[in-house]
C-alpha cells in the first residue's frame, strides 16, 4: 500500500515550489511589466508627437509666409488649451536654431535634452534624461529650418501608470505560488508522482492564469495608450482643418482636402480611417468609397470624433479619427509570444527544483550517501548534481542571443576590423577544449567537487568581467576564463555521475547530461533573450555572474564527496601519453576520419559558427529584436530535442548509422540554404518581410532536427566499428569527443572570415549549406565503398 508523504517532506516540497513558482511568476511579472513601460511609453510618445504637430502646423503657415519665428503670435493661446487638456505633459518650448528658448508654456527651464541614440525618426527626435522625455519637432520656412518645437512630459507619467496598474499582480502571484505549494503539500504521493502528471498540469494552469492576468493588465494599458493616441491625432488634423473651417464657404469648393487626408493617411499608417462629416454625411474620407454616406462607427476601433462646427454657421461639421484594435492586439500578441518562452523556460526549472526538493530532503535525513545503494536513493544522489550542469549551461547561453553583437561592438571600440569578433568566441571554445585533459587527470585521482565548484567561480569571474569597461583583449581572456571553467565543470560533473551512480544508474547519469545540455540551452535563451531588451548587456552579464557564484556555493556546502579510493594515482604524463597514442591509433583510420571530418566536426562548426555567432549577427543587421533573435534559436534547441528522442530510438533499432549521418549532413545542409534565402530580395518583399521571417524559422528547426540526426548516432558510429573493437569503444568514443572540439573552434573563425572578406551577408550560410550537403554525400559515398570492399 502507497504511503503517504511524511510531514517534513511536505513541507520541504512546499516551500520548494512556493519559491520555484514564485520565482517563475515574479518574472513573468517583471517582463510583462518591461514590456507595459516600453510599449505604453511608445504610445505617449506617438501622442506627443501628434500634439506637438497641432502646434507646428500653426507655426508652419506662419513660417512659410516669410514671417520671423519670434514675431509668432498666439502660442500660448494655443499651448494652453493642449496642456489643460492633457495633464501629462510638462512643458511645450519653442528653440530657435542655437538651442535658446524663445516661446514656453507650463515648466520653464527645460533644455534641450540629450537624443537618445536611434532616436532620430521621420518628424521629429526622441530626446530624454533621468527626469524627463522629450519629442522635439523641426520648425521650418519655406527654404530652411529655423528652430524646433519640444514637447516634454516627465518619465514618472509612465512609471506610476505602469507600476499602478501592475501592484495587484504581485498580491496574485503570492497567492498562486502559495495554493500551488499547499496542492504540493496535501497531494498524496500517488498524486504528485502518479502516472498521471498532475504537478506539471497544475503548474501550467498556475501559470497561465498569472499570464491571464497579466495579458489582461496589458489590455487595458495599451487600450488607454491607443485612445489618448487617437485623440491626439483627431485633435493634430482638427487644428489644420479647424482655419479652413472658419471660412463661410461650401466645402465642396475648397481643393486639397483630399490630399491633406491622404498625407496624414501616410504620416500615421496605424490610422484605419479618417473622415470629415458635414451635417452627418462624410465629405472627406480615406476611404473614397465611403464619400456621400453616413459616418459609420466600426465596433473594432478606438474613434474620437472633433467638433469643428462654427456656432453662427448653422451647419454641423466634425471630424472622426478611427484606430483598429489591432494597434493593441498586435502588441499584446507580441508580449504573449515572450510569456510562450517564457513559460517553456519556467517548466525546464520547475522540474529541475522539484526533483531536488526531494534531494535534499534525503540527504538532510542522511539517506544520501549512505551504504544502501537503492534505486531510490540512486535517483536522489544523481538529481544533486543535476541544477549544476543546468545552471552551467544555463549561465553561458543568457549571454547568446546578445554575446555576438556585443563582440562586435567591443571590437570596434578597439578599433580592428570585424573579423576579430570571432575571436573570443574561438577563445572560449578552445581553452574548453584544453582544459578537459587536466581536468580529467584531476577527477581520476581526487575529488570532483573542486572541479565544479572551482569551474563556476571561473565562469562567474569570465562573466563579470564582460559587465565591466573593458577593451577587446580583456574581453577575449575573459571568455577564455569561462571557458576553461566550464571545461573543468563538465569534467566535474561528468565524473561524479561516473562516481556516484551505481551500475544500473548510468543511464540516468547520461540523462543528465542531455537534460542539463538541451533544457539550459533553451531556458538561458528564451531568458536571456528577454532580460537584455530591459536590463542591457551588462546587467544580464552581473545577474550570470552572481547565479554561477551561488551555485558554486551550493556545490561546495551540498554534493558529497566523491574521493576515490586508489591504490596507485595516475600521473598527468601516463594521461597526456595515453591521449597521443589513442589519437594516434584513431588517425590511422580512414574510417575514423571520414566520420570526423565529413560529419562531425561540420555539425560542431555549424552549432559554434553560424547558430551561435552568425545568426545573431545577422538577424540584429536586420532589425530584429533580441528577443526574437532568443526564441528563433530556441527553435534550433528545439529540433535537436524532438529529433534525438526519435533518432535514438531508430538507430537502436536499425543499427544504420550511416544513412541516418547521410541525412543528417544534408538535412543539414538544406536547412542552412533555407536561413541563406533570408536575404533574397523576393522574400523580403512578399508578405512585408514576414515569409523571410517564416522562412528562416524553418531553415533554423530543419538544421536543429538534422543535428538531432547526428549528435548521439556519430558516437553510436565509432563505438561500433571496427576500430572500437581493436583499441575499446571508451578509447575511440572519448578520442572521437575530444577531436570533434575541433569544430567547435574552427566554426566562429571560418565564418568570421567569410564576412570580413565577403561582407556580412547570409548568401554566405548558402554556400556553407551546399559544402556540408556535399560532404554527407562524400561520407555515404565512402562508406559504401568501403562496405563493398568487405564484402
Given amino acids: 500500500m502507497q504511503q503517504s508523504n511524511p510531514p517534513r517532506r511536505r513541507l520541504i516540497d512546499a516551500t520548494m515550489m512556493f519559491m520555484v513558482l514564485g520565482l517563475s511568476l515574479l518574472l513573468l511579472i517583471y517582463v510583462g511589466f518591461s514590456e507595459a513601460k516600453r510599449t505604453y511609453q511608445q504610445f505617449q510618445i506617438e501622442k506627443l508627437e501628434a500634439q506637438g504637430k497641432i502646434v507646428q502646423n500653426a507655426f508652419d503657415s506662419f513660417l512659410r509666409a516669410g514671417l520671423p519665428l519670434r514675431q509668432f503670435v498666439g502660442f500660448t493661446a494655443l499651448t494652453e488649451r493642449i496642456l489643460a487638456s492633457d495633464q501629462s505633459i510638462a512643458a511645450m518650448t519653442a528653440f ?36 524627463y522625455q522629450q519629442v522635439v519637432l523641426p520648425l521650418s520656412n519655406r527654404f530652411e529650418t529655423v528652430g524646433s518645437l519640444a514637447v516634454a512630459m516627465p518619465n514618472s507619467v509612465v512609471a506610476t501608470r505602469v507600476e499602478s496598474a501592475f501592484e495587484p499582480l504581485l498580491a496574485v502571484a503570492v497567492c498562486l505560488s502559495a495554493a500551488f505549494a499547499l496542492f504540493v503539500s496535501l497531494a498524496e504521493a500517488p498524486v504528485t508522482r502518479g502516472r498521471t502528471p498532475w504537478l506539471q498540469i497544475v503548474y501550467a494552469m498556475t501559470f497561465l492564469g498569472m499570464a491571464l492576468f497579466v495579458i489582461g493588465t496589458l489590455v487595458a494599458l495599451y487600450s488607454e495608450g491607443a485612445q489618448s493616441k487617437a485623440k491626439a491625432l483627431a485633435d493634430s488634423l482638427g487644428q489644420r ?15 486639397g482636402l483630399d490630399s491633406i487626408f491622404g498625407d496624414y493617411r501616410r504620416l500615421y499608417p496605424d490610422i484605419s480611417a479618417a473622415g470629415l462629416i458635414v451635417d452627418g454625411v462624410v465629405h472627406v474620407h480615406t476611404d473614397q468609397s465611403a464619400v456621400k454616406q453616413p459616418w459609420v462607427s466600426e465596433p473594432a476601433t478606438y474613434e474620437y470624433i472633433v467638433d469643428l462646427s462654427r456656432p453662427d454657421s448653422g451647419r454641423s461639421v466634425k471630424l472622426a479619427v478611427a484606430l483598429p484594435s489591432d494597434v493593441v492586439i498586435r502588441r499584446v500578441l507580441r508580449s504573449v509570444k515572450n510569456f510562450a518562452a517564457l513559460f517553456v523556460a519556467s517548466g525546464f526549472l520547475a522540474g529541475l527544483f522539484l526533483q531536488l526538493a526531494g ?15 537503492g534505486a531510490q536513493n540512486d535517483i536522489a544522489t544523481l538529481n544533486l548534481v543535476k541544477p549544476v550542469f543546468f545552471v552551467a549551461v544555463f549561465l553561458e547561453h543568457l549571454n547568446y542571443a546578445f554575446l555576438p553583437q556585443f563582440m562586435h561592438e567591443v571590437a570596434a571600440a578597439s578599433g580592428l576590423s570585424s573579423g576579430y569578433a570571432s575571436a573570443p568566441f574561438t577563445a572560449y571554445y578552445l581553452c574548453f577544449a584544453l582544459a578537459l585533459i587536466p581536468a580529467g587527470h584531476y577527477a581520476q585521482n581526487r575529488d570532483a567537487r573542486p572541479l565544479m565548484h572551482g569551474g563556476l567561480v571561473l565562469a562567474a569571474a569570465g562573466v563579470l568581467a564582460l559587465a565591466v569597461p573593458v577593451d577587446f583583449y580583456v574581453v577575449t581572456a575573459a571568455r577564455a576564463l569561462s571557458g576553461i571553467g566550464q571545461g573543468m565543470l563538465f569534467i566535474g ?7 556516484m551512480a551505481s551500475p544500473g544508474g548510468k543511464t540516468r547519469g547520461a540523462a543528465i ?93 555549424v552549432l559554434t559558427g553560424i547558430i551561435i555567432f552568425a545568426l545573431p549577427l545577422l538577424l540584429a543587421s536586420k532589425q530584429y529584436q533580441q528577443e526574437d533573435i532568443g526564441q528563433i534559436i530556441m527553435v534550433y534547441a528545439a529540433g535537436v530535442v524532438i529529433a534525438s528522442s526519435y533518432v535514438s530510438r531508430l538507430v537502436d533499432r536499425t543499427g544504420k548509422t550511416d544513412t541516418i549521418l547521410f541525412w543528417g549532413a544534408v538535412i543539414s545542409g538544406i536547412g542552412l540554404m533555407a536561413v541563406g534565402l533570408i536575404d533574397w530580395e523576393v522574400l523580403n518583399k512578399a508578405g512585408d518581410g514576414k515569409m523571410s521571417t517564416v522562412v528562416l524559422i524553418i ?48 566554426g566562429p573563425v571560418i565564418v568570421g572570415q567569410l564576412f570580413f572578406f565577403w561582407g556580412q551577408s547570409a548568401v554566405n550560410l548558402m554556400w556553407i549549406g551546399v559544402v556540408i550537403a556535399f560532404l554527407g554525400v562524400l561520407f555515404l559515398a565512402r562508406s559504401t565503398q568501403q562496405w563493398a570492399s568487405t564484402t
Fill in 493 to 499: 560533473v561528468q565524473s561524479y555521475i561516473l562516481a
Fill in 241 to 255: 482643418l479647424s482655419v479652413i473651417m472658419t471660412i463661410n464657404v461650401n466645402i465642396d469648393q475648397i481643393d
Fill in 359 to 373: 534531494s535534499v530532503q534525503k540527504q538532510a535525513s542522511g539517506e544520501v550517501g549512505s551504504e544502501t545503494r
Fill in 513 to 605: 547530461i542531455v537534460f542539463g545540455f538541451q533544457g539550459g540551452m533553451i531556458s538561458g535563451m528564451a531568458i536571456g533573450s528577454l532580460l537584455v531588451t530591459y536590463m542591457g548587456a551588462k546587467g544580464v552579464f552581473v545577474l550570470g555572474g552572481m547565479i554561477a557564484t551561488v551555485m558554486a556555493l551550493y556545490a561546495l556546502m551540498v554534493l558529497p564527496s566523491t574521493a576515490p579510493q586508489r591504490a596507485v594515482e595516475v600521473g598527468l604524463g601516463a594521461t597526456l601519453r595515453r591521449l597521443g597514442r589513442d589519437v594516434g591509433q584513431v588517425l590511422r583510420s580512414m574510417h575514423f576520419l571520414q566520420t570526423m571530418f565529413f560529419i562531425g566536426i561540420p555539425a560542431k562548426a
Fill in 96 to 131: 530657435d536654431r542655437a538651442g535658446n528658448p524663445i516661446f514656453t508654456a507650463g515648466i520653464e527651464g527645460i533644455p534641450l535634452l540629450p537624443i537618445v541614440e536611434g532616436g532620430t525618426t521621420e518628424g521629429f527626435e526622441l530626446r530624454m534624461t533621468d527626469q
Fill in 699 to 746: 531553415g533554423v528547426a530543419i538544421v536543429g532536427i538534422a543535428h538531432g540526426f547526428i549528435n548521439a548516432p556519430v558516437v553510436t558510429h565509432v563505438a561500433e566499428s571496427e576500430l572500437a573493437a581493436k583499441i575499446g569503444a571508451a578509447s575511440v568514443t572519448a578520442t572521437y569527443r575530444f577531436l570533434e572540439r575541433i569544430g567547435h573552434v574552427a
